[in-house]
C-alpha cells in the first residue's frame, strides 16, 4: 500500500549502483582538487574483474 500512496518508491539494484558511482566519482573528484593543491599523486578509481568458482 505504500507504494500505491507515493510513500515507498522501489529502487532496482542498478539505480542503487549508479547513485553510489555517481557519489564515489564526485567525492574522488574533490579530493583529486585538494590532492593537486598539496602536490600529492591522485587517486584514480578502477573497475576490477570477479573471478568465479
Known sequence: WAI?????ETVTPEQQLTEAE??????VE??????IELEKPLLE???K?????
Do not use: H, P
Open 45 to 47: 578509481v578502477k573497475e
Open 30 to 35: 574533490r579530493v583529486n582538487e585538494i590532492r
Open 22 to 27: 555517481e557519489g564515489l566519482n564526485a567525492q
Open 49 to 53: 574483474a570477479i573471478k568465479v568458482m
Open 4 to 8: 500505491g500512496f507515493g510513500l515507498y
